[in-house]
């Protein structure tokens, strides 16, 4: 599989960003999906994940509440839905898939779209 992110930009302080994440391949449901962030100088950190069927979600703990991970499996697509989002969320956006995981934090995440640039900036 193949992955391709996209729905970055610039937004307002508070405002809300989509990202999507589209997967190549006909085995897109085979794979749990994780969205990572990285800003220069620091190591890339894990956002959110979904198992391959979509029935349980992960979270960074301080992202809780602002952030939603979904998938359309038919669509072979990741999405992740960013509210209220702060100027610290500036960062590029990766998503990623684990083979059959659970798109766990410290899950094997070994396919790697290209990343998609998210600036919060008033």
């Known amino acids: 599989v193949q992955l391709q992110a996209s729905g970055g930009g610039l937004v307002q302080p508070g405002g809300s960003l989509r990202l999507s994440c589209a997967a190549s391949?006909?085995?897109?449901?085979?794979?749990?999906m994780g969205w990572f962030r990285q800003t220069p100088g620091k190591e890339r950190e894990f956002v959110a994940g979904?198992?391959?069927?979509?029935?349980?979600?992960y979270y960074a703990d301080s992202l809780k509440g602002r952030f939603t991970i979904s998938r359309d499996n038919a669509k072979n697509t990741v999405y992740l839905q960013m509210n209220s989002l702060k100027p610290e969320d500036t960062a590029v956006y990766y998503c990623?898939?684990?083979?059959?995981?659970?798109?766990?934090?410290?899950?094997?995440?070994?396919?790697w779209g290209q990343g998609t640039q998210v600036t919060v900036s008033s």
């Open positions: 979904i198992t391959w069927h979509g029935g349980r979600t």
């Open positions: 990623a898939a684990e083979y059959y995981g659970l798109g766990q934090p410290d899950g094997k995440f070994d396919i």
């Open positions: 391949g006909r085995t897109f449901s085979r794979y749990a």
